[in-house]
Each structure stands twice: as C-alpha cells, then as structure tokens.
C-alpha cells in the first residue's frame, strides 16, 4: 500500500531536486530580497511595478521552496528494481496488440515524469494496467480515449 503523499524518485531525481532547493533557497531568494529593497528604494509603492513584480516573484519562490521541502519530507527512493514482474523504476518493452508497434517506457515517480523522454507516471494509466503483470502478459489499459491491449515484451 503506498501513501498518498509518498514522492517516488530515482536518485537522479532526488539530486535534481536537491540542486533546485539549493539553487532557490542560496540564489534567487537573496537575489529577490535585493530586488525588493531596490524597488522599494524607488518610491511610491502603490505605483511601483518593479516592486510588485519582485513581491510576487518572492511568493513564486517561497511557495516552490515550501512544495520542494515538502516533497523531500516525505521521498521514496526507487531502488532494488525486480524485474520479474513491472513494477515503478522498471524500463518496460510493451507491443501495442492492435498494431504491433512497440514502445518502451520507464515508470518513474508522477515528479519526475516526462513522455518526451519515454518516462511515464507510475500514476499514469498505461503503468497502472502494467504493474505486477510479467513478461508475456496480455493487459487491457484503460484511458480516456477507450481501452486497448498491450503485451509486455521486456521488463528491465
């Protein structure tokens, strides 16, 4: 059973968060405070677009620090992949029944997820259908432009 606010992550996605934390909390944090003084330094801050635009810059910042701390709170690391049966950190070769094309993808956390890359969100339906199926297996995926079969040809 997984928690609901449990953030899968390869370790390569756990470090890439890591480097944005570091790059928002020692870079653009105190870069946006001296934003804010400059335009403060400016005047009438009612009528003051610089300083409205680093004030809601610094919300941007702050409110992706408290989602990226959050995150980071509660991390699971994918590691020790079976490849037996699919599981999330696999890479799968599935056959698409219909029209023998083939496709591989690799099920990785929703936070790291990126189609253009052949990564996919073990959230996604495609990796929902495909979990602890193995290879040979015959599986209906369920989306919202209709159903279809795929066949799992390699789970690595």
């Given at each position: 059973?997984?928690?609901?606010?449990?953030?899968?992550?390869?370790?390569?996605?756990?470090?890439?968060?890591?480097?944005?934390?570091?790059?928002?909390?020692?870079?653009?944090?105190?870069?946006?405070?001296?934003?804010?003084?400059?335009?403060?330094?400016?005047?009438?801050l009612s009528e003051n677009a610089e300083y409205d635009a680093a004030r809601n810059e610094q919300a941007q910042i702050e409110?992706?620090?408290?989602?990226?701390?959050?995150?980071?709170?509660?991390?699971?690391?994918?590691?020790?992949?079976?490849?037996?049966?699919?599981?999330?950190?696999?890479?799968?070769?599935?056959?698409?029944?219909?029209?023998?094309?083939?496709?591989?993808?690799?099920?990785?956390?929703?936070?790291?997820?990126?189609?253009?890359?052949?990564?996919?969100?073990?959230?996604?339906?495609?990796?929902?259908?495909?979990?602890?199926?193995?290879?040979?297996?015959?599986?209906?995926?369920?989306?919202?432009?209709?159903?279809?079969?795929?066949?799992?040809?390699?789970?690595?």
């Open positions: 059973m997984t928690n609901k606010n449990t953030v899968y992550l390869t370790q390569q996605g756990l470090d890439d968060l890591k480097k944005e934390l570091d790059e928002l909390i020692n870079v653009r944090r105190p870069e946006n405070v001296q934003a804010i003084k400059e335009a403060r330094s400016l005047g009438d409110a992706r620090i408290g989602q990226l701390e959050k995150m980071l709170e509660n991390v699971s690391i994918i590691e020790d992949v079976n490849t037996d049966t699919v599981s999330i950190g696999n890479t799968v070769s599935i056959k698409y029944v219909d029209d023998d094309e083939e496709d591989e993808y690799k099920i990785v956390g929703s936070q790291e997820a990126d189609p253009f890359a052949s990564k996919i969100s073990n959230e996604s339906p495609i990796a929902q259908a495909l979990f602890d199926h193995k290879v040979g297996d015959v599986v209906t995926v369920e989306s919202p432009n209709g159903s279809y079969d795929v066949e799992i040809i390699s789970i690595k």
